[in-house]
């Protein structure tokens, strides 16, 4: 499969700080990323759908000026939560896609974010 | 409103016994996946379905896509503590921009 790097895997951080997670596709070109949350004894819940070069689009719900995505490079995409409160504690999956339908998806680790 | 309805959400048996876990929807998909998912790590991908009445198998754990392409199951055959984990289904919505969309899993727990 292919070859997903999240960093970090786990992060904590002060109220009201900003975070930033990275998401690498190593050795696929990722020209869609999605980003899922997912909190404690649930399951995936999709936040964004970004390309690469153009505006990252937000699931119902998901504030977009508190989750900043970039999609700059067709390897890298970071998501970044501005002004962090506890109830933004959870669990951060990306998946990076390539071109083509029916293709499989592949995940990062993950990043635990928790905010005190 | 959850467009794919895993069940049941829970679930917690005896090493030995036999499990299904459903995924429902009243929408018709060209694929649906399985994924197990162990905590602190991303979900890793089981099995891909893609024609309806499709049967695959995984060892002792054996999927059925329905034949309207509307809902999957997943049977283990005698439960092992290692088959212990969150099980996912998911499907591709091809509905403009593609995404993947998950059930709310099921959390399986084989006691030894």
């Known amino acids: 499969g292919a070859v997903v790097s999240q960093h970090p895997s786990w992060v904590i951080c002060k109220s009201g700080t900003s975070v930033k997670i990275e998401c690498r596709s190593l050795d696929f070109q990722a020209t869609t990323m999605f980003w899922y949350r997912q909190f404690p004894k649930q399951s995936l819940m999709l936040m964004a759908t970004s390309n690469e070069g153009s505006k990252a689009t937000y699931e119902q719900g998901v504030e977009k000026d508190k989750f900043l995505i970039n999609h700059a490079s067709l390897t890298l995409s970071t998501l970044t939560v501005t002004s962090a409160h506890p109830e933004d504690s959870s669990f951060y999956i990306c998946?990076?896609?390539?071109?083509?339908?029916?293709?499989?998806?592949?995940f990062g680790q993950g990043t635990r974010l928790t905010v005190v | 409103t959850q467009l794919l309805e895993q069940s049941p959400q829970f679930l917690s048996i005896q090493e030995g016994e036999n499990l299904t876990v459903y995924c429902n929807s009243s929408?018709?998909?060209?694929?649906l996946q399985w994924y197990r998912q162990e905590p602190g790590e991303g979900p890793v991908l089981l099995v891909t379905v893609v024609t309806g009445g499709e049967v695959k198998k995984l060892k002792r754990l054996t999927f059925q896509f329905g034949d309207a392409r509307k809902d999957s199951s997943l049977h283990i055959t005698a439960a092992q503590p290692g088959d212990t984990g969150l099980y996912l289904c998911a499907a591709l919505l091809i509905q403009g921009a593609q995404k993947l969309v998950f059930g709310q899993g099921t959390r399986l727990t084989i006691n030894p």
């Open positions: 998946s990076p896609k390539n071109r083509g339908l029916n293709t499989e998806a592949f």
């Open positions: 929408s018709v998909f060209s694929s």
